[in-house]
């Protein structure tokens, strides 16, 4: 297994363990699809951030 995989493979068993304990926490469906929202619109503005930063430079 290349490194590439075994991250990858960790991020999806990370994911499995979060949305478990959300879950367990109370958390509805709803909610965690916003977290999940929230999470990816973070990473968004940081490479937009880091893109415009390339751009300038």
Request: glycine fraction near 4%; aromatic fraction near 4%; charge should be positive.
């Amino acid at each position: 297994m290349t490194d590439r995989e075994s991250r990858n493979r960790a991020v999806r068993i990370l994911a499995k363990s979060i949305y478990r304990d959300l879950e367990a926490q109370g958390f509805d469906e709803k909610q965690i699809v916003a977290l999940a929202t929230e999470l990816i619109s973070e990473v968004t503005s940081k490479i937009a951030k880091d893109q415009g930063k390339q751009q300038l430079a």
